[in-house]
């Protein structure tokens, strides 16, 4: 789907809702049960869920994940709906997008892995100080329109009295997955990136970082888990399987050095230098933008909707407890 494609959801909805079927849990050959993970992007900014898989602490939980890679929020959120997967590392933003379409099976967050905007402002040109006044008039590569990175994004220039829409030359019609290649082959003065693709155009001499969109923007429930309420209504035990992981992995990332850290995710990195994958851990750890906990709470959901509101994507406020289930991080 393409940008502002958020809309469409309804149709989705209503077509899923007469193919789809509600798939649980199977088990594998290993007698571990089969888990169906689909995430949205594969980056540093998440790297306490590697942990849990390349330490087996999702085995140790007796669950066999199968990790798939889907570029993009929307295209992430078809493959849940669909039943393609069975959990999903998204944006909480995406399911209050299904919950806002009326879906008879909603999208229930139960457990967060980020909890701030992970991406950075990187500058072409990153020559002295950084003032956010320097953006007006500039070419700016976004990302897609209703999606959290471009929400973070407008909701911070909007702080620093920049108007997204007319005091910078907004470039939004470019896929997720290709932004990178086209802030590299010269589109663009300034754009949004995840690490390690920061780190990596760093390296490359394209530029440098010259601000934080986690800084500025504050802590919400940023990349959450989140799978259909009628997957977690016959599959309790896998969920809370599931979450039990993802804290030990949570706390074993906070004990552990960003050297360390690399070491144990760098082979969902291969093609990474391991000193790219160190720089971009540490942006992340001095940030505090990996959750200590799985537990959404209230206040950061409450940034969330005032992020969405302010770039006018909240038809009404949805309250915590329409689609977030704590019961299992709260465990």
Not at 56 to 61: P, R, V
Not at 323 to 330: G, H, K, L, T
Request: net charge negative; hydrophobic share 40%; aromatic share 10%.
């Amino acid at each position: 789907m393409k940008a502002g494609s958020w809309r469409t959801f309804g149709m989705l909805l209503s077509a899923l809702a007469l193919t789809g079927l509600v798939l649980s849990g199977c088990g594998s050959k290993s007698g571990l049960i089969k888990v169906k993970l689909g995430e949205v992007a594969r980056t540093v900014f998440y790297a306490p869920q590697y942990v849990a898989l390349s330490q087996g602490m999702f085995k140790e939980e007796g669950l066999d994940v199968e990790l798939t890679t889907t570029p993009g929020g929307d295209k992430a959120m078809t493959a849940l709906l669909s039943n393609q997967s069975d959990i999903a590392l998204i944006g909480a933003e995406t399911s209050i997008y299904v919950y806002q379409q009326g879906a008879e099976d909603p999208v229930i967050n139960f457990a967060q892995l980020t909890q701030t905007d992970g991406t950075f402002l990187f500058a072409r040109d990153g020559i002295g100080t950084f003032e956010w006044d320097q953006l007006k008039g500039k070419e700016f590569l976004g990302q897609r329109k209703g999606g959290m990175p471009q929400m973070a994004g407008e909701f911070t220039l909007k702080k620093h009295n920049i108007d997204p829409q007319k005091d910078i030359k907004l470039v939004q019609n470019i896929d997720f997955a290709n932004i990178a290649s086209a802030f590299a082959s010269g589109t663009g003065q300034y754009v949004q990136l995840f690490e390690p693709q920061a780190s990596i155009f760093e390296k490359e001499g394209r530029g440098k970082v010259v601000a934080s969109f986690g800084v500025e923007s504050g802590r919400l429930p940023y990349t959450v888990y989140m799978a259909k309420q009628s997957y977690i209504s016959k599959n309790k035990d896998t969920i809370r399987k599931f979450t039990a992981a993802i804290q030990k992995a949570q706390d074993w990332t906070a004990a552990h050095s960003p050297e360390e850290i690399a070491d144990v995710i760098l082979p969902y990195f291969k093609d990474t230098d391991r000193n790219i994958v160190i720089s971009a851990v540490k942006r992340y750890k001095e940030q505090q933008t990996y959750a200590a906990d799985p537990v959404i709470d209230e206040a950061e959901w409450n940034n969330l909707l005032g992020v969405m509101t302010s770039a006018g994507e909240l038809k009404e406020k949805v309250a915590p407890d329409q689609i977030v289930d704590n019961s299992f991080s709260q465990k």
